[in-house]
């Protein structure tokens, strides 16, 4: 493919967290949230780190806006913390903390940065959590108070918005596995019931900015988006790619089946053979919940990395389980490279659930650092954005809808239970000295974005 299929108005931009960048963990009222107290965990995080100081964006946003003004980045996604806001998770609201994000939003505008904010990106309040959190019944209306705070305060100016950040990895990696905060390992019925609960704060906190903001608002939510890949492209293999995706099995691993994650928003109902395979686990459902959760949305989001393959057995699907070993390529978090998940999630998601589609994460962890040039040369991550992004034009080219890409991340921060230890900048961090270095992938980014996707085809 030599053309370039990336429209006029699409969205170019970058993406971070909060927890990830800000810092100033005790600063300024701000609340204690749940990965405050998860880092404290004897274990828990890669040598020990935690995000008490992180990338101190807090106190260096206005630097990071100059240098994405510098780079011409015209998209910024970026994740508010609940706790610096709402410090008990309800009630009392700390002015402070609205105040950051009110100098960040305005400090974008007037760089011509559009803010793109996700509500919850995993930083819940601590307090919420120690009045029972996410399985409480009435966690969706705290969540729905969260939001009409901060549609109050931004939505004068902020237009396009997201609810959630990966329920998936937040609710599976933070409630089933203990990896993530708050590191508990629940049963299914209670994993059930969080998941329930959780979209139906999305879908309150959808109706909330739907009704109160200023102007009027583009929502979504950001998924865990990676497909699986069929073998190969016959379209026995492509069916059984769906399948895999899509259809519940009952082999005891559909906790991870993304029809379960994905049908309840998009289709408003649990995929079929729900009530079956989870039998004596099932969560209380209202009469009106599906409703509320399944709210209308102006696009889903896609946070994609890697992925499975599958082809078509006998028997249904076949997971093609070998994707490392032999020496096969992969980035520093041990992720193998699968740049055709960026053509088939947005292919498979699109057929589906029928909405505009917004890569909100893509990116890769890499070993640099600042070289004897003082520069940053990370060839690794331009090879592989240009693998992902040839791909994403390729489902562009056959006419999903695709509409914007959010490189993850801006800069290099802390990764959840890996610490500093990996890096998915485009700006380099020095987290002693808080020097930030702009990588060779970051003006590769930036000349990228100005031709639109043209110097794809023209390195
Ligand atoms: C995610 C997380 C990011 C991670 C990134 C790399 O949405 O999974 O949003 O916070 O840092 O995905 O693992």
Not at 263 to 283: C, I, R, S, W
Not at 296 to 305: E, H
Request: glycine share 8%.
């Amino acid at each position: 493919m030599k053309a370039s299929y990336f429209p006029d108005h699409f969205i170019w931009g970058v993406a971070t967290a909060s927890y990830q960048i800000e810092g100033a963990a005790y600063e300024d009222g701000k609340g204690l949230s749940v990965w405050d107290q998860f880092c404290k965990k004897e274990g828990a995080i890669l040598y020990g780190d935690n995000g008490d100081i992180a990338c101190d964006h807090y106190h260096h946003y206005a630097e990071d806006i100059q240098l994405m003004s510098q780079l011409n980045i015209p998209a910024y996604r970026f994740s508010l913390s609940w706790p610096r806001i709402l410090p008990e998770g309800t009630g009392h609201i700390n002015q402070k903390g609205l105040d950051f994000y009110d100098r960040l939003v305005d400090s974008l505008l007037e760089k011509n940065i559009t803010p793109h904010v996700t509500l919850f990106h995993w930083d819940y309040p601590q307090a919420l959590l120690d009045k029972g959190g996410w399985l409480h019944p009435d966690s969706p209306l705290w969540f729905e108070e969260y939001t009409r705070v901060v549609v109050e305060r931004l939505s004068d100016r902020v237009e396009h918005w997201m609810t959630l950040n990966e329920p998936f990895c937040h609710i599976f990696l933070g409630h089933k596995t203990g990896e993530h905060a708050p590191g508990f390992k629940l049963s299914d019925k209670d994993i059930l019931q969080i998941i329930h609960n959780t979209y139906l704060a999305h879908g309150r906190s959808v109706l909330a900015l739907r009704s109160l903001a200023r102007r009027k608002p583009r929502v979504g939510i950001a998924m865990v988006g990676s497909p699986v890949l069929p073998a190969t492209e016959s379209p026995e293999d492509i069916e059984a790619a769906r399948q895999a995706m899509f259809n519940l099995k009952g082999d005891g691993s559909d906790l991870s089946t993304i029809g379960l994650w994905f049908d309840p928003l998009f289709l408003g109902k649990y995929p079929e053979g729900y009530e079956k395979v989870f039998a004596g686990v099932l969560p209380d459902i209202g009469p009106e919940d599906m409703k509320i959760m399944s709210q209308p949305l102006d696009f889903l989001g896609l946070n994609i990395y890697y992925s499975g393959r599958v082809r078509m057995g006998k028997d249904g699907p076949e997971g093609i389980p070998e994707t490392l070993g032999m020496g096969r390529p992969r980035t520093t978090m041990n992720w193998p490279i699968t740049p055709e998940g960026l053509y088939w999630g947005p292919r498979f998601f699109y057929e589906r659930y029928k909405l505009p589609i917004y890569i909100t994460e893509n990116g890769m962890a890499n070993l640099d650092w600042v070289y004897a040039d003082g520069k940053v040369h990370d060839p690794q991550r331009i090879d592989f954005l240009t693998r992902y992004l040839l791909q994403l034009n390729r489902a562009l080219s056959e006419g999903v809808d695709v509409r914007a890409f959010m490189h993850w991340s801006l800069l290099d921060n802390f990764e959840w239970a890996f610490g500093f230890d990996r890096r998915f900048g485009l700006i380099h961090v020095d987290y002693q000295t808080q020097k930030r270095t702009l990588k060779d992938s970051a003006y590769w980014y930036s000349t990228l974005i100005q031709t639109n996707g043209r110097s794809l085809f023209n390195p």
